[in-house]
T-cell receptor, first 113, second 111 residues
C-alpha cells in the first residue's frame, strides 16, 4: 500500500539533545512538508521541499533542520536550540502542483523529559 | 487579517441535523481548495476537494464562491462519527507555491 510513514510515534527528548524524526513516502510525490501542531491550535509549516537536495524554510524554522537526499525521505531534526519542542509533528507529501492536496503521515508526538 | 479564516466553533448539533461551515480566504489568486477532517490526536485526512462548480460526496457538499472569496462545507444527516475538526485548506501561488491551513472548526454531533 502506498502511504507516508512517520517514526517513531512517540519520542522523548532530554535537555540539550538533538532528535531526528523520520518521514518516508512511497507515493512518488515530489514535495514533502513538515508541520508542527500544538494542542488546540492549527498547523504551522516548519520546512518544505519541492525537489531532492532543495528545501525551504517555513514560518517557524528556527531550531529545526531538514535534509532531502532522496525523493522518498525527508527527516526533521529538532535541535537543542528549539526551546519548546513539545508538540505533534506531522509530515505530508504531495505532487508538485497547486491543484494537488497534501497527504499526511500519522504523526510523531515529541515531549521533553 | 489571517489568510484563511474559519469559525472555531464548537458547533454542537443533534444526530440527523444539517450543519454548514464557511471558510474565507484573502488571496484572490488562490488556485485550489480542500476540506480536511482531523480527529482528536490524529493526522488530518483529505475529505474532499472543492471545485468551482461545487461538488458532492454522499452527505457532504462543498462549494466555492470566488467573488466573495469563501468556501463552504455542508453536512447533511449528521452522524456521531462526523464529530471532528474540519480544516479548510487553500493552495495558491504568491511569490512561490503556498498552502495555507485554516485553524479548523470543531463539530460535535450528539445522540
Amino acid at each position: 500500500d502506498g502511504g507516508i510513514t512517520q517514526s517513531p510515534k512517540y519520542l522523548f527528548r532530554k535537555e540539550g539533545q538533538n532528535v531526528t524524526l523520520s518521514c518516508e513516502q512511497n507515493l512518488n510525490h515530489d514535495a514533502m512538508y513538515w508541520y508542527r501542531q500544538d494542542p488546540g491550535q492549527g498547523l504551522r509549516l516548519i520546512y518544505y521541499s519541492q525537489i531532492v537536495n532543495d528545501f525551504q524554510k517555513g514560518d517557524i524554522a528556527e531550531g529545526y533542520s531538514v535534509s532531502r537526499e532522496k525523493k522518498e525521505s525527508f527527516p526533521l531534526t529538532v535541535t537543542s536550540a528549539q526551546k519548546n519542542p513539545t508538540a505533534f509533528y506531522l509530515c505530508a507529501s504531495s505532487m508538485f502542483s497547486s491543484n494537488q492536496p497534501q497527504h499526511f503521515g500519522d504523526g510523531t508526538r515529541l515531549s521533553i523529559l | 487579517r489571517k489568510e484563511v479564516e474559519q469559525d472555531p466553533g464548537p458547533f454542537n448539533v443533534p444526530e440527523g441535523a444539517t450543519v454548514a461551515f464557511n471558510c474565507t480566504y484573502s488571496n484572490s489568486a488562490s488556485q485550489s481548495f480542500f476540506w480536511y477532517r482531523q480527529d482528536c490526536r490524529k493526522e488530518p485526512k483529505l475529505l474532499m476537494s472543492v471545485y468551482s462548480s461545487g461538488n458532492e460526496d454522499g452527505r457532504f457538499t462543498a462549494q466555492l464562491n470566488r467573488a466573495s472569496q469563501y468556501i463552504s462545507l455542508l453536512i447533511r444527516d449528521s452522524k456521531l462519527s462526523d464529530s471532528a475538526t474540519y480544516l479548510c485548506v487553500v493552495n495558491g501561488r504568491t511569490g512561490g507555491f503556498k498552502t495555507i491551513f485554516g485553524a479548523g472548526t470543531r463539530l460535535f454531533v450528539k445522540a
